[in-house]
């Protein structure tokens, strides 16, 4: 089988719920990286990439309808290069990565774009048609996270749980005590920071200009999660190439 290596990764910053990515439409956002990993090598005709795949767990809003194709479209890319999306929730874009390794090295492809998008401050309201003509039992769902529309047999079947109560499951079977929780954080956010200030995530994070009125523009280019600079924003996307040789 053909090998395959990623020679590159980007990244935009990940910002925080309803802030300085908020303006952003979640396309756009996703044409970001892919831009700038063109930008970074310029010699390369983007007409030769095989594809783009790109992982997004929403697709309700401006993510809808195929957003790896809109966000390559909306970086310059030329109309032959085809894009997919990839919905495995919170692994779409380690998928994205694997589709394009497997795409390789099946020799179906020589060069792929793969990453992944996702904006919950913008993620729509959603509601449903009502099952009859002017019926009252339309139901109205926040796309930002979580189950919606849900059928009840899935979830006579198997429950229909969000991220946190499935926590609280797992601190029920495994005996985790809210100190080790804590301890877990803790360490992530200390290695985090640590990290930041070394300068490791700035090889790989592509600074954005954010637009504000009556002031220069905001130059988005940390992660706001890392709590010893948190303050505003929400949103992420990504790029990176797995290429293949024989």
Known sequence: MI??????????????????????RTDDLASIPVRALLDKYPDLDPGLVDDVY??????AGEDNRNVARMALLLAGMPYTVPGETINRLCASGMSAVIHGQRAIACGDADLIISGGVEHMTRAPWVISKASTPFGN?????????????INPKMKALYGT?????????????????RLDQDSFAYNSQKKAAEARKNGRFAREIIPIP????KEEP???????FIKENADRGTGQSQAGIPVGVP
Do not use: H
Not at 137 to 149: C, L, N, Q, V
């Open 3 to 24: 090998e395959a290596y990623i020679i590159d990764g980007i990244r935009t910053a990940i910002g925080n719920f309803r802030g300085s990515l908020s303006s952003i």
């Open 54 to 59: 790109m992982g997004c767990a929403n697709q």
């Open 137 to 149: 039992d339309a139901e109205m769902f926040d796309s930002s996270f979580g189950w919606r529309f």
């Open 161 to 177: 749980e969000a991220m946190g109560e499935t926590a609280e499951n797992l601190v029920e079977m495994y005996n985790i005590s």
């Open 210 to 213: 954010i637009p504000r009125k």
């Open 218 to 224: 905001l130059i988005f280019s940390d992660d706001e």
